[in-house]
């Protein structure tokens, strides 16, 4: 099981917005930053949000993430078909001394 | 333009130590957070551990016993050794750059998988 809870899939149509959500404790997301990364197939994860909010400029403003206490959010607008990845969630966790990550959610473009 | 590469055998014999080598350009080994981070056939993504621009390292408690991450300064290469391994140690691990230990991992290589099998 993974410190970080996240739906195992999510699925829109293109030009939907989606939402994917990650949930964690007090101890990491409710005291430190959440990242996400974006895995395509086959591929390794490349950094797409960082600091909840922030994206390294190569990534499009379609991407946006957001945090609340001990949860956190990405959503993507303007759904693509090359938007179809898995998507991992991660923060700092100050009880293991360490990085944990999310599940992953399986983003399906119907 | 940092770009990261994974060398090292494939295939480790259940009990034996498994070992990896990141080569790394486009950078200063003394600048970053040099990471492991691994993921199991069509599992999500464990970190394994770092070395610290310092020399300092920190592990997943999980695989502490087990690991060590060290850096070689003049050949601007980082490495894992996981000993004792056995199939659940079967995974793609990858070697990541974080520039301040706690930030993010902005860059990845591109993976090397390595199958616990005799």
């Known amino acids: 099981q993974s410190v970080l809870t996240q739906p195992p899939s999510a699925s829109a149509t293109p030009g939907q917005r989606v939402s994917i959500s990650c949930s964690g404790s007090?101890?990491?997301?409710?005291?430190?930053?959440v990242n996400w990364y974006q895995q395509l197939p086959g591929t390794a994860p490349k950094l797409l949000i960082y600091s909840n909010i922030q994206r390294p400029s190569r990534v499009p403003d379609r991407f946006s993430g957001s945090k609340s206490g001990t949860s956190a959010s990405l959503a993507i607008s303007g759904l693509q078909s090359e938007d179809e990845a898995d998507y991992y969630c991660s923060s700092w966790d100050d009880s293991l001394n360490g990085w944990v990550f999310g599940g992953g959610t399986k983003l399906t473009v119907l | 333009q940092v770009q990261l590469q994974e060398t090292g055998p494939g295939l480790v014999k259940p009990s034996e130590t498994l070992s990896l080598t990141c080569t790394f350009s486009g950078g200063s080994i003394s600048a970053y957070y040099w990471t492991w981070i691994r993921q199991p056939p069509g599992k999500g993504l464990e970190w394994i551990g770092y070395v610290s621009k310092g020399g300092r390292t920190r592990y997943n408690p999980s695989l502490e016993s087990r690991v060590t991450i060290s850096a070689d300064t003049s050949k601007k290469h980082f490495s894992l050794n996981l000993t004792s391994v056995t199939a659940a140690d079967t995974a793609v691990y990858f070697c990541?750059?974080?520039?301040?230990?706690?930030?993010?991992?902005?860059?990845w290589g591109q993976g090397r998988l390595v199958t616990v099998s005799s």
């Open positions: 007090s101890s990491n997301i409710g005291s430190n930053g």
């Open positions: 990541a750059r974080d520039p301040k230990g706690d930030w993010a991992f902005d860059s």
